[in-house]
């Protein structure tokens, strides 16, 4: 799915991108019910038109649909059209900064395969790239959106001395790098939370701005963006109390290319899984170790000595390891075909050493 408003983009302008999500949902109910409602269900050009007397003047915008979904169901494909999309107009010298409608559920996600895939290119280019949703449908008395998404323009096109260029994200007036926000409430309205955020109005703490450096000076190359067919089949595994052999045995005969470990605490495994990971290790299953407590940092030997061929995954989450491994798998077929010898281990540790901005 894909439409483009192009009356304005041969004009500097602000392309507005829809995915979707809670900012473009509606609920049969509003006033009775307004947390019981359809995400996906309004176009990008009507969430435009609804909040058109509120953007500053002379900011051109023009819309484009890539997808009007809930976020729940994105697919590999949709995150590669979207990819491509930004990179794209991260080029063309009439798009001067780009907003992205999105659902909340997997924001994390797509926060860091923009980061990864476009980060690099959007920071030389000195273009912002905004994230941005709702905890309310669009219908709802007290939707969030229609704030969140002006607050998105406005940082999308606020003069560049104030903020580098990059991948960032706006929610609830505040704003941070769209590789730190994620959802850690299943229903609180604060849901999505952030990383050391900064005022979106465009007041920049200055620690947080000396984070976004800190990431920049480490992001010096994106990875390349797979194709729909490309993506490798990565599953996220968590060890718990009782923890049987088989979560992990079951994937030896599979298609699948990698596992990602959401252990306990700081990244501890259980001992039932030893043997049947040493195997995958050795059938060429990448494992990346993580932490199933949704924070902090998984460092290599701790609390164990490391699995051979096991990766630890730094501040990554296991959502965000998921597609930092699948985007390294990628990378090292792609890096095969051009005849270099590196490989998703090598692509791998540049991600992991990333800083998350607290
Ligand atoms: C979604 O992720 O599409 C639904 C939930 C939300 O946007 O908050």
């Known amino acids: 799915m894909s439409s483009i408003n192009r009356n304005l983009d041969q004009f500097p302008h602000i392309l507005v991108l829809g995915m979707g999500g809670t900012i473009a949902g509606l609920a049969p109910n509003p006033n009775e019910n307004p947390l019981q409602y359809e995400a ?8 435009l038109a609804h909040v058109q007397s509120a ?3 002379g900011t051109a915008l023009v819309s484009r649909q890539v997808a009007n979904i809930n976020s729940r169901d994105l697919s590999n494909g949709e995150l590669s059209e979207l990819g491509c999309v930004v990179r794209e107009a991260l080029v063309n010298p009439m798009v001067a900064g780009i907003v992205i409608t999105h659902g909340t559920d997997t924001i994390e996600e797509t926060g860091i395969f923009l980061q990864l895939t476009c980060g690099n290119n959007a920071q030389n280019l000195g273009k912002r790239v905004i994230l941005t949703g709702a905890m309310f449908p669009a219908n709802a008395p007290k939707a969030d959106g229609p704030s969140n998404l002006l607050d998105a323009i406005r940082w999308a096109s606020t003069p560049l001395d ?3 260029g990059g991948i960032y994200a706006v929610m609830d007036g505040r704003a941070c790098m769209a590789m730190d926000l994620a959802k850690r409430h299943a229903s609180a309205l604060n849901a999505p939370i952030m990383g ?3 005022s979106s109005a465009g007041l920049i703490n200055p620690s947080w701005l000396s984070g976004v450096k800190a990431v920049e000076a480490a992001w010096t190359e994106d990875l390349p963006i797979p194709k729909e067919n490309e993506w490798s089949w ?4 968590t060890s718990h109390a009782g923890a049987r052999s088989e979560m992990v045995s079951h994937w030896l005969n599979s298609e699948v290319s990698g596992l990602i470990l959401a252990g306990s605490g700081m990244g501890g495994l259980h001992q039932e899984w030893q043997k049947p990971l040493m195997e995958a290790a050795y059938r060429g299953i990448a494992l990346v170790r993580t932490t199933r407590t949704g924070a902090g940092v998984t460092l290599p030997n701790m609390p164990d000595k490391e699995m051979p061929g096991c990766l ?3 501040t990554l989450s296991a959502p965000r390891a998921r597609i930092a491994l699948q985007l390294a798998l990628n990378a090292e077929k792609q890096a095969k075909l051009a005849g270099k010898s590196l490989t998703w281990q090598d692509f791998f540790a540049r991600i992991a050493v990333l800083p998350e901005i607290r």
């Open 40 to 47: 996906g269900q309004v176009e990008v050009r009507a969430l």
């Open 55 to 57: 953007i500053p003047s």
């Open 162 to 164: 104030n903020c580098p």
């Open 196 to 198: 050391s955020p900064s």
């Open 234 to 237: 990565v599953e996220i595994l």
């Open 312 to 314: 630890a995954s730094g």
